[in-house]
T-cell receptor, first 114, second 114 residues
Framework: GNSVTQMEGPVTLSEEAFLTINCTYT??????LFWYVQYPGEGLQLLLK?????DKGSNKGFEATYRKETTSFHLEKGSVQVSDSAVYFC?????????????FGAGTILRVKS | NAGVTQTPKFRILKIGQSMTLQCTQD?????MYWYRQDPGMGLKLIYY???????DKGEVPNGYNVSRSTTEDFPLRLELAAPSQTSVYFC?????????????FGPGTRLLVL
């Protein structure tokens, strides 16, 4: 079946450091790929997405490129801020008859220190 | 728009009790989903729905029931609570099921079964 593997955390960085969170996937078809972010005490919200190979999703300084050859969708940001502290989830969508089923990775906690 | 709302925010249940988790969306979305999030794990799909009267099982449906009588509401029912159902429950919705469709999440319900 489909699955998503992302790097374990927590990841602790100083403000303005470079961020990479690795994500790889296994899928039988051709999925869409997502990064969702969960800030403390809140629900998940979409950070960025990509729907086909070599697409780059970007938002709020974060970027990720859909790499079909390496089945990866790594999240990057050039300079993190304290406000980026959150849990980041990589996910893929598996279209079922009754809706897009999202398959999530375990999540990576990011802590940014000032 | 309030988006996706969930009640209650937190609940403690005794083993064998039953309860209903409420979920409402005001975005006129056709598709709705229930996920559970266990500590250190990604979200897992419990049930989903394409519209009033149409639901289908996700990855972990055992011990739960759903109904969808209106577009706005998608309640999740636990009939005989068990400690294994201690988790955080998220409701989500999406307008369509197209490739790359974004799901919008509620703030979650934290359930503790003792």
């Amino acid at each position: 079946g489909n699955s998503v593997t992302q790097m374990e955390g927590p990841v602790t960085l100083s403000e303005e450091a470079f961020l990479t969170i690795n994500c790889t996937y296994t899928a039988t078809g051709y999925p869409s790929l997502f990064w969702y972010v969960q800030y403390p005490g809140e629900g998940l919200q979409l950070l960025l997405k990509a729907t086909k190979a070599d697409d780059k999703g970007s938002n709020k300084g974060f970027e990720a490129t859909y790499r079909k050859e390496t089945t990866s969708f790594h999240l990057e940001k050039g300079s993190v801020q304290v406000s980026d502290s959150a849990v980041y989830f990589c996910a893929l969508s598996d279209s079922g008859e009754y809706g897009n089923k999202l398959v999530f990775g375990a999540g990576t906690i990011l802590r940014v220190k000032s | 728009n309030a988006g996706v709302t969930q009640t209650p925010k937190f609940r403690i249940l005794k083993i064998g009790q039953s309860m209903t988790l409420q979920c409402t969306q005001d975005m006129n979305h056709n598709y709705m989903y229930w996920y559970r999030q266990d500590p250190g794990m990604g979200l897992k799909l419990i049930y989903y729905s394409v519209g009033a009267g149409i639901t289908d099982k996700g990855e972990v449906p055992n011990g739960y029931n759903v109904s969808r009588s209106t577009t706005e509401d998608f309640p999740l029912r636990l009939e005989l609570a068990a400690p294994s159902q201690t988790s955080v429950y998220f409701c989500a919705s999406s307008y369509n099921r197209g490739r790359g469709e974004t799901q919008y999440f509620g703030p979650g319900t934290r359930l503790l079964v003792l």
